[in-house]
């Protein structure tokens, strides 16, 4: 069992305090000194008595913290924070900065197993999954360095879904009231499409919006951009896709990254129209980011409105996402880019 008080929910930290002959609501204090408050030290959780913080700190646990290695600037005001996990991974997030509204895209794998053709991530390789602790700590960083997040997004490095467990623990430590309090429609979870995993979270208690990178109208040219796609068709992904909007009665969005001549004509449109008529869902068009090594050009800003224009027109809400963070490799697919040497 990991010792980091970070990385337990209300109820394992329940668990461990009365195991050890304490009151209930103790635990409720220890989440909410780590998680609302900031504490990064066992002893300075003042509402426990010193014997107890003792007794933990003896018994080796621990309040983990992630180490900011590097912090970029992009001139359009997209920030990037580069963290060293301690055992040679390195993780990325950004903040994207839009108005009042400022939101967080953050990694929940050193790494990535789903080898997206068009991914800088992918290209690293899987090396771990992050903790819950890990992931819920990017935010906890980002806001001491740069104020308040308003959304998150599980869109940086890895595939959320295939760390599903330490997700949707993160998820319910981010919106307890107790903590850092994040409503539960300002978190996304962002997926390659995992269908059975999309099935399984439809079945929880708690829904996160739901995001869905389909990048291709065909399976022949989905499974060439994203492998996932061999185990999980179309067809299955957006059944499951279904399932989760039944149960949850949100919108869904579908993220397509616009690549020069290979998925961006019009009949691609029309494809992709006619795959996404029956949700009540949103299209985010995301200008392709290269990087270094990279094979794909981007479909440039006519094609993309060109493209555009033609959802729109079939009714289905249709939003061009430029290209934010270029100078210092933030972008959507880029992340991992510069900081492994991909
Ligand atoms: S796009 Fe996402 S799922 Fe695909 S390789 Fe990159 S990080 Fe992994």
Do not use: W
Not at 106 to 113: L, P, V
Not at 262 to 289: G, T
């Amino acid at each position: 069992m990991s010792k980091d008080l970070k990385d337990k929910t209300p109820g394992e930290l329940e668990r461990i305090v009365t195991t050890r002959g304490q009151k209930k609501y103790q635990a409720g204090s220890i989440f909410s000194f780590i998680h609302s408050k900031g504490v990064e030290d066992i002893l300075q959780i003042s509402s426990l008595v010193k014997a107890f913080r003792g007794e933990l700190v003896e018994q080796g646990f621990f309040i983990s913290q992630l180490n900011t290695s590097r912090k970029l600037t992009d001139p359009d005001g997209t920030v990037k924070y580069t963290f060293d996990l301690g055992d040679g991974g390195v993780i990325e997030s950004v903040v994207l900065i839009d108005g009042h509204r400022r939101t967080l895209c953050i990694s929940t794998q050193a790494g990535c197993a789903m080898n997206c053709a068009f991914c800088a991530t992918g290209r690293l390789q899987l090396q771990r999954n992050l903790t819950a602790a890990e992931i819920v700590d990017q935010v906890y960083a980002a806001e001491k360095q740069g104020g308040r997040i308003t959304n998150v997004v599980y869109m940086g490095m890895g595939e959320p879904l295939a760390n599903y467990d330490a997700v949707l623990k993160s998820a319910r430590i981010l919106n307890d009231s107790a903590g850092r309090n994040i409503g539960i429609r300002h978190l996304t979870i962002s997926t390659c499409g995992i269908a059975p995993a999309i099935k399984k979270l439809a079945g929880e208690d708690i829904h996160p919006r739901l995001a869905i990178s389909l990048n291709a109208p065909t399976d022949e040219l989905r499974t060439r951009l994203m492998p996932v796609n061999a185990k999980y068709p179309i067809k299955v992904l957006l059944d499951a896709v279904e399932t989760y909007q039944f149960r949850v009665k949100e919108r869904v969005t579908f993220e397509y990254v616009m690549i020069k001549g290979l998925n961006d004509s019009l009949e691609d449109a029309e494809r992709l129209i006619k795959l996404l008529r029956r949700f009540k869902c949103n299209v985010n068009l995301i200008e392709y980011n290269p990087h270094p090594g990279c094979k794909f050009k981007g479909s440039g800003t006519e094609r993309t409105e060109r493209f555009c224009e033609a959802i729109g027109k079939a009714g289905i809400e249709t939003t061009i996402r430029f290209k934010m963070g270029q100078t210092i490799f933030a972008a959507c697919g880029q992340l991992g880019a510069n900081s492994q040497g991909v």
